[in-house]
């Protein structure tokens, strides 16, 4: 009570109307600091020892039998200051509803994703990656030479303008291109894409309708990304998510062995190359 009150009148004076002393007030105090630090102590080993998947009833269980009563909003209010989330109760993507692709650009690939020249065909793909309580979004644009990470972004918004910077932050010259394949997501079909690919003479390739292997490099691509780097993480801020994702790439590129490429880095599989 006395706690509750301080914004509105002095310890002093509530003591004295509840006639206990200012020392009485001040021990328990402290000692009910104490023991809400060993509380959170125990919710936080509780829940890392369930490998970040138990949620405020099973955590509530496991308190009971160390004896402690404590209440589910309890542990929630704990849980939520410790930044405690229950793999259980991270919000699960839902698609958004999007036009397809109704080009009638055929798939010029054809699945042929074993390239013997750099920057001969490049893939797409887009993955979602959740900052804060929305989802954003990442592009990857890979080389199927050595399966290099050639450009990204990432962005709250799935459209064209995303797919646009990741082509804005690839390190060759454009003319180099030959082949861009992607699935029929309508963000793939937009002027802001077409202008460039046909200023760069870049031409265009597009899996069949409904059919993701058609796309299989660059899809699994997204998946590693979602389970190296995105799965069982919410980041805070649009930048936070940049960094992380710029030193993943250069990771990915630089170091990460892949067992396509002969247990090697794509940057080493192309200077094996040379």
């Known amino acids: 009570m006395i706690r509750n009150n301080l914004h509105k009148y002095s310890v002093s004076a509530m003591c004295e ?4 002393s200012r020392s009485t007030y001040y021990y328990e105090a402290k000692q009910r600091d104490h023991q809400e630090e060993e509380l959170t102590q125990l919710i936080v080993q509780v829940f890392k020892a369930s490998h970040n998947i138990y949620g405020q009833r099973k955590i509530k269980v496991e308190l009971q039998k160390l004896g402690w009563q404590v209440s589910r909003r309890r542990i929630s209010r704990i849980m939520k200051e410790q930044g405690l989330l229950s793999k259980y109760t991270i919000a ?6 999007s036009t397809v692709n109704e080009s009638e650009t055929v798939n010029v690939l054809n699945r042929k994703f074993n390239q013997e020249k750099e920057l001969t065909v490049i893939v797409s793909d887009l993955t979602y990656v959740r900052v804060r309580q929305k989802w954003h979004y990442i592009c990857v644009l890979v080389d199927l030479y050595n399966r290099e990470i050639i450009g990204y972004s990432s962005g709250p918004n799935k459209t064209a303008e995303l797919v646009q910077r990741a082509f804005s932050t690839v390190p060759y ?10 699935d029929r997501g309508s963000e793939f079909k937009n002027h802001l894409i077409d202008k460039p690919l046909d200023t760069f003479g870049i031409k265009r390739s597009l899996s069949n309708k409904g059919t993701p292997y058609d796309n299989a490099v660059a899809e699994a691509t997204s998946k590693t990304i979602k389970t190296e780097l995105i799965n069982g993480r919410v980041f805070e801020h649009q930048k936070e998510l940049d960094l992380e994702l710029f030193d993943y790439v250069n990771w990915y590129n630089k170091i990460r ?5 002969g247990y090697l880095s794509p940057q080493e599989y192309k200077l094996s190359n040379l």
């Open 257 to 261: 062995i892949h067992g396509s490429l």
């Open 17 to 20: 109307v509840l006639q206990i």
């Open 92 to 97: 699960q993507f839902k698609p958004s509803k």
């Open 173 to 182: 010259n454009l003319t180099l291109l030959k082949l861009f394949h992607t």
